[in-house]
């Protein structure tokens, strides 16, 4: 009896079995992703930026990731409070693609669709810097496999509130998480990560300096999606 495995069970496969997953193509919606290392103040700009759309009279919807969804929660839960810290990179890739395609296609793509702004703390750009420059994975296998999850979403803007390792560490007034706690190494590698991705992606990225005083760094965020709602509805920019 042979061992050796069929070729066409690793080779390319002509047939899908069963219906695709539908893409997210053209949306009402503006999707405003936040990025940074630990400590760098992202929920805080989220709940302001948020308060501030509403009162404007903006739908918005607000979610983070890992987590929102039962089972983002669940991964949340095991990545950051129980799972081994030698976790396999692959792995801990893996379970935040499976919260993220759930996010995408039960909270995001449909607030997308409605016509909804969604905010959202950490998305897709967090897996190419922490499982990607951070454990060493490819970025670009990162990537490529982050645009299966989301169904080819793209963020419209991405705000990455830029923030030393060592400050942000400093703000902490609770115990570590496992990723959290991963070494100052490590999160010299995020940080690294973010900046080259902003640099790549000048158009797409928004990079505040999260030093600065929070009202300071909230003052950026604003500037810039008032900017692209004038652009994708107009008749609701009388933000101030």
């Not at 053209?26 to 940074?36: K, Q, R, S, Y």
């Not at 793209?154 to 991963?182: K, S």
């Amino acid at each position: 009896m042979s061992l050796e495995s069929p070729a066409a069970i690793f080779g390319p496969v002509s047939e899908p079995a069963g219906e695709p997953a539908q893409r997210v193509g053209p949306h009402a919606g503006l999707l405003v992703t936040f990025e940074g290392g630990e400590g760098s103040g992202k929920s805080t700009q989220v709940e302001l930026l948020a308060r501030w759309l509403a009162e404007a009279g903006h739908h918005v919807t607000t979610a983070r990731e890992p987590g929102t969804t039962a089972v983002g929660e669940a991964v949340r839960r095991f990545l950051l409070d129980t799972a081994p810290e030698e976790l396999a990179p692959e792995a801990e890739l893996a379970l935040f693609l499976a919260a993220r395609a759930e996010l995408t296609a039960d909270v995001i793509a449909p607030a997308l669709a409605a016509g909804r702004t969604v905010l959202v703390d950490r998305y897709g750009d967090s897996s190419v810097a922490y499982q990607g420059y951070g454990r060493g994975l490819d970025p670009r296998v990162v990537a490529q496999a982050n645009r299966w999850a989301m169904r080819g979403l793209e963020p419209d803007v991405t705000v990455l509130i830029d923030v030393p390792v060592e400050a942000g560490r400093t703000r902490r007034d609770r115990p570590l998480d496992r990723l959290e706690r991963a070494g100052s190494a490590f999160h010299e590698r995020v940080r690294d990560g973010y900046r080259r991705m902003a640099r790549e992606e000048p158009e797409r990225f928004c990079v505040v300096d999260g030093t600065l005083p929070i009202d300071s760094i909230q003052t950026a965020i604003r500037d810039r999606v008032r900017a692209l709602l004038a652009i994708r509805v107009p008749q609701r920019t009388e933000t101030s």
